[in-house]
């Protein structure tokens, strides 16, 4: 077997230490502020495109506080909040709940976490619904947006969804026009309690520079395995604080 010289060993050195570096949490600030071009598609021909500013208001040592405004708008901008690692909040069951987490520092490839919740009675139709990812840190890629191109860590997500169908009835009238005039009918259509279910994916490349991801990608599928909705976020522009 060929000997490898020197400088080939110290290159694969530098390589796989490279790889195997892991990322810590951003020194996220007040005043750091993001735009993202958001494309949201819905079943298979509607969509629509926004962009949307983020501007970090305070900042804690469990909390980022920021707002969510469209560009160009002279409205106020949403005021929300997010875990220090960005991960989403919200009430469920009456207690704040991790309901998503891209991120969970220190990010090295290979590291995997899971975010599961289940809410009772999350709108008329569910009356309960529950909620499995797992996240899955991929590697590096080289990824491509308004904002240019970066060398990037992709964290991977899949999941299910499945909810329990509240039972119900839905009344659907309808006419028809003939000689003798219009005859109306109704129908009544019962529900009975089920179960369904379907898949989840989600996708974001973080950027240690940024501070944040750079594109992320959160499609949900339905029972009948048809996708409902993709949601892919760019970013065209950061702005550190000064």
């Known amino acids: 077997m060929k000997a490898r010289s020197a400088a080939g060993w110290v290159g694969l050195i530098l390589c796989v230490s490279a790889s195997a570096q892991s990322l810590d949490r951003p020194n996220v600030r007040q005043g750091d502020a993001w735009v993202y071009r958001a494309t949201v598609e819905k079943g298979p021909s509607g969509w629509n495109q926004v962009h949307n500013e983020i501007t970090v208001t305070r900042v804690t040592a469990s909390s980022i506080y920021f707002t969510v405004k469209q560009s160009g708008s002279t409205q106020a901008g949403r005021e929300v909040y997010a875990q220090s690692d960005w991960a989403r909040v919200r009430d469920v069951n009456g207690r704040e709940t991790v309901v998503n987490r891209p991120l969970d520092f220190p990010l090295a490839a290979g590291k995997s976490w899971k975010v599961s919740f289940e809410e009772?009675?999350?709108?008329?139709?569910?009356?309960?619904?529950?909620?499995?990812?797992?996240?899955?840190?991929?590697?590096?890629?080289?990824?491509?947006?308004?904002?240019?191109?970066?060398?990037?860590l992709k964290v991977e997500a899949e999941g299910t969804w499945s909810a329990q169908?509240?039972?119900?009835?839905?009344?659907?009238?309808?006419?028809?026009?003939?000689?003798?005039?219009?005859?109306?009918?109704?129908q009544t259509h019962k529900t009975v309690e089920h179960e369904v279910s379907g898949r989840l994916y989600k996708a974001y490349w973080y950027a240690p520079d940024v501070k944040r991801w750079v594109r992320s990608v959160e499609e949900d599928y339905s029972s009948g395995g048809v996708r409902n909705e993709r949601v892919t976020d760019e970013l065209e522009s950061f702005k550190p604080a000064g």
Request: net charge negative.
């Open 165 to 186: 169908v509240a039972p119900g009835q839905a009344v659907v009238q309808g006419g028809e026009s003939n000689a003798g005039g219009t005859t109306l009918s109704t």
């Open 120 to 152: 009772q009675n999350p709108n008329s139709h569910f009356k309960s619904e529950k909620w499995d990812y797992k996240f899955t840190v991929v590697g590096y890629e080289d990824v491509q947006v308004p904002a240019g191109t970066f060398h990037a």
